[in-house]
């Protein structure tokens, strides 16, 4: 009496993202490889494909519950058995998180793709700009330092146990553009000119920049780009672009 008895051929039992076939084995069966038995693999939810199924063993592509039914020739004795192929191809998310900037206040950010599926089975890598690693804190999605390159940042989040991954990008961009200053020739004071101008009307200008003027160090209170100056001294402009924080100053000697 033949007895029918499946296993998996080697430890690939469930198709993955990196699993794309499984070999089923019969040769735990009793009498097998006997020219006696003859071999039908039978499946409603998987497939087979046509002419292995009346193999002794085979691999399979689909997911599904698989039948062997064997006979003895000689006597007519049947016997059969099952097994389960399951499929885990469940791909993690991965989010690398809103777009990023940097500027003069704020010059390095740090990648945060803690939205991403987490899990003990699930990894994590950055990748900057020109393909370089970043390190993690540890195994979360968190980088480990900050960055300060512009452009593009990937992370990829895998499963450790299905082989699947998927991968999120984000861009960094840079605005550290400094404010133009720019004065023209001063005329010296002296008795014939008791008063002088200092025309910075060249300079960055617009409601992102904020001008302040100075004298010795003494903050004054005017805020135009020219500033009417009766003392010899040294004025200082400074100009802020709060759009980014950037700040440009120079010194004018009168």
Known sequence: FPAAELSFANADSVLNCVVGLVEISSENSSNYNNDAITYTWMTVDGSIDAGPENDE???VT???TYVLEIENSNNTCVSTDSIIVLLDDVIPMAEAGIDLNIDCNNNSAT???SSSDAGTNIAYEWTGPNGENIP???STAISAGTVTAPGTYTILVSNTINGCSSIDTLVLTADTDLPIIDVETIISLDCDNPTSIIDASGSSFG???E???LQGGTELTETDLTLDVS???VYTIEILNTSNNCESSEDIFV
């Open 57 to 59: 063993n085979i691999s």
């Open 62 to 64: 689909v997911p599904g």
């Open 111 to 113: 990648l945060d793709g």
């Open 136 to 138: 993690t804190v540890g």
């Open 207 to 209: 409601p992102d920049f």
């Open 211 to 213: 001008v302040t003027w």
């Open 231 to 233: 003392t010899a001294d």
